[in-house]
Antibody
């Protein structure tokens, strides 16, 4: 079954770190770029980060640049998001998503909720 | 940064009616424009890519058009399951993506 499943969310204090994971199945993971997209409660979608299929190229949204790091392990079919210096405005649902031909996102996980609060 | 502006913010329609959603880009994105549907408590789902191509499994009542800066998503006859929020997304500035603010299609 083709799917993505995120984990690692929870409540974290401002200034602390958190690592999110995304496990894939049902497709050749190592041949696709992967993204993280987040959504604050009641708000729209915000792109967070992308990593190329081989892990060599990464890019970040301005609001997380310098604080978040995306990585992947193709041997385990997983992508990660290391979040540091967390702020209350980082609160939201975090989705991992698979690229479709370097253009758009054709497979999404169900998301993992991160709440940054003291 | 390319900004996508969606209008209207909310569209109130009855089942069976035609829905027309707009997405305008601050500069040309050619046809690198996608549309997603999101229902409450669910992840987004890809509907349209390349401005006018339906994704796998998407019903024919969904269609996309446009190029450059102006794009339209049309739902030719609303089914009960189509009431949701719709987002456009551009990849002209790949690998960065941007999303529009969304249009909520609600039952009138």
């Amino acid at each position: 079954q083709v799917q993505l499943a995120e984990s690692g969310g929870g409540v974290v204090q401002p200034g602390r770190s958190r690592r999110l994971s995304c496990t894939s199945s049902g497709f050749l993971f190592s041949t696709y770029g992967m993204h993280w997209v987040r959504q604050a409660p009641g708000k729209g979608l915000e792109w967070v980060a992308v990593i190329s299929h081989d892990g060599k190229n990464k890019n970040y949204g301005d609001s997380v640049k310098g604080r978040f790091t995306i990585s992947r392990d193709n041997s385990k079919n997983m992508v990660f998001l290391q979040m540091g210096s967390l702020k209350t405005e980082d609160t939201g649902m975090y989705y991992c998503a698979k690229e479709r031909g370097s253009s758009d996102l054709d497979l999404w996980g169900q998301g993992t909720l991160v709440i940054v609060s003291s | 940064e390319i900004v996508l502006t969606q209008s209207p913010a909310t569209l109130s329609l009855s089942p069976g009616e035609r829905a027309t959603l707009s997405c305008r880009a601050s500069q040309s994105v050619s046809t690198y424009l996608a549309w997603y549907q999101q229902k409450p408590g669910q992840a987004p789902r890809l509907l349209i890519y390349g401005a006018s191509n339906r994704a796998t499994g998407i019903p024919a009542r969904f269609s996309g058009s446009g190029s450059g800066t102006d794009f339209i998503l049309t739902i030719s006859g609303l089914e009960p399951e189509d009431f949701a929020v719709y987002y456009c997304q551009q990849r002209s500035s790949w690998p960065s993506l941007t999303f529009g603010g969304g249009t909520k299609v609600e039952i009138k």
